[in-house]
């Protein structure tokens, strides 16, 4: 079974511009979720979809945004980036089926993003 | 609301030696608990999890923990370090069946493992 796939893995951008991020989860998994990791703040709970719907979000602003599409897949996207968005950006899926045992987070390998 | 608190953001411990990785939580409901490990640039991998069943947990890489509901503890173990132990360990905890896709993490503890 694959495992969390995102893309790119590094990226450069310039202070003021958006920047897109794609995760494609575990096949069969519907939940996806986004991490920010930052050496200061530590991981940071961006948010989560489920059935192509915004089921949990973190305390980021509104430039943090993402969506799920009908195969799971998701991206997130960052408008107006500043300097401190340069992190890793990590994308975690899971099967999160109702009345079973909670289950873990698979995690992708994160994308690198620098912005200058 | 959960937190966790990880205590100690480095720890060395020499090869063959215990290695204990302290993990403290907060959680208003029984929690979910995971230790997960993080090499370089790289996404975090899971150890092992605590949902309820047996209080303690081995996990991959011969890694345990056991879940302390009187101390709110679920400290990470292991009886002999490798060198490839070397990385960066995370405590989470969610609450809720359906709530995997959102866990609160520690700070993380960086192991190191002197030769």
């Known amino acids: 079974k694959a495992g969390v796939t995102q893309t790119p893995r590094y990226l450069i951008k310039t202070r003021g511009q958006q920047v897109t991020l794609s995760c494609s989860p575990i096949s069969g998994h519907r939940s996806v979720s986004w991490y920010q990791q930052t050496p200061g703040q530590g991981l940071q709970f961006l948010f989560e979809y489920f059935s192509e719907t915004q089921r949990n979000k973190g305390n980021f602003p509104g430039r943090f945004s993402g969506r799920q599409f009908s195969n799971s897949r998701s991206e997130m996207n960052v408008s107006t980036l500043e300097l401190g968005d340069s992190a890793l950006y990590l994308c975690a899926s899971s099967s999160r089926d109702r009345g079973k045992v909670n289950t873990e987070a698979f995690f992708g390998q994160g994308t690198r993003l620098t912005v200058v | 609301a959960q937190s966790v608190t990880q205590l100690g953001s480095h720890v060395s411990v020499s090869e063959g030696a215990l290695v204990l990785l302290r993990c403290n939580y907060s959680s208003s409901v029984p929690p979910y608990l995971f230790w997960y490990v993080q090499y370089p640039n790289q996404g975090l991998q899971l150890l092992l999890k605590?949902?309820?069943?047996?209080?303690l947990v081995k996990g991959i890489n011969g890694f345990e923990a056991e879940f302390k509901k009187s101390e709110t503890s679920f400290h990470l173990t292991k009886p002999s370090a490798h060198m490839s132990d070397a990385a960066e360990y995370f405590c989470?905890?969610?609450?809720?069946?359906?709530?995997?896709?959102?866990?609160?993490f520690g700070d993380g503890t960086t192991l190191t493992v002197k030769p």
């Open positions: 989470a905890v969610s609450v809720g069946s359906t709530n995997a896709g959102k866990s609160t």
């Open positions: 605590y949902t309820s069943a047996a209080t």
